[in-house]
């Protein structure tokens, strides 16, 4: 069945460091990646998004690359903030291809992330 | 805010107990998921119901159930409760039923509801 891994947690950074936050895949067909981002107390909500190959997803400085060759998306920015400490999640949303998949999210573990001025 | 709400926000109950939690989609949106998230398992999918019917089942325990009603609100109920039970519970909702390359069936979550069960 359908799978994410994310790169072991918690991650710690200190302001304006880059980050990057691994996350692989399987899947059938041509799945759609997500990230999403929780905040304490919070439900999840999504930071970025891509649908098909070699499409690049970004938000609020985030990037991610949907990479079918390596079947990877993961997630970077620049320069990270204390207010981005956050827990994030990758996930997949698929088969697209007029698969019976009806949208179901399918999560990484999570990964938390904490930013120290 | 998502749109979504979920009642009630917290939950404390005993072990063999049942409760039903509760989620109102986005208005228009005729899709509602809902999700378990607890420190062992993960995010997981448990069910989805799509104008009224159930549409895609997932990692979800016989003792709990699903409906949606015809405002297009849902409930997840969880019966003969258990310690492994305690959890945060969350719904999403979206206009359609399906996500493609074409369809952007973006999933709008509600804030949750912490079950504890003691």
């Known amino acids: 069945g359908d799978s994410v891994t994310q790169m072991e947690g918690p991650v710690t950074l200190s302001e304006e460091a880059f980050l990057t936050i691994n996350c692989t895949y399987t899947?059938?067909?041509?799945?759609?990646l997500f990230w999403y981002v929780q905040y304490p107390g919070e439900g999840l909500q999504l930071l970025l998004k891509a649908t098909k190959a070699d499409d690049k997803g970004s938000n609020k400085g985030f990037e991610a690359t949907y990479r079918k060759e390596t079947t990877s998306f993961h997630l970077e920015k620049g320069s990270v903030q204390v207010s981005d400490s956050a827990v994030y999640f990758c996930a997949l949303s698929g088969p697209n291809a007029g698969g019976t998949s009806y949208g179901k999210l399918t999560f990484g573990q999570g990964t938390i992330l904490t930013v120290h001025p | 805010d998502s749109g979504v709400t979920q009642t009630p926000k917290h939950l404390i109950t005993a072990t063999g107990q049942r409760v039903t939690l509760r989620c109102s989609p986005r208005?228009?949106?005729?899709?509602v998921y809902w999700y378990q998230q607890s420190l062992d398992q993960g995010l997981q999918f448990l069910i989805q119901?799509?104008?009224?019917?159930?549409?895609a089942k997932g990692n979800i325990l016989e003792r709990f159930s699903a409906q949606q009603f015809p405002d297009l609100h849902s409930e997840l109920n969880l019966s003969s409760l258990e310690l492994g039970d305690s959890a945060l519970y969350f719904c999403?909702?979206?206009?359609?039923?399906?996500?493609?390359?074409?369809?952007?069936?973006?999933?709008?979550f509600g804030p949750g509801t912490r079950l504890t069960v003691l």
């Open positions: 899947a059938t067909g041509y799945p759609s």
């Open positions: 999403a909702s979206t206009l359609g039923d399906r996500t493609s390359r074409r369809n952007k069936n973006e999933q709008f």
């Open positions: 208005s228009g949106d005729l899709s």
């Open positions: 119901y799509y104008n009224g019917e159930e549409r």
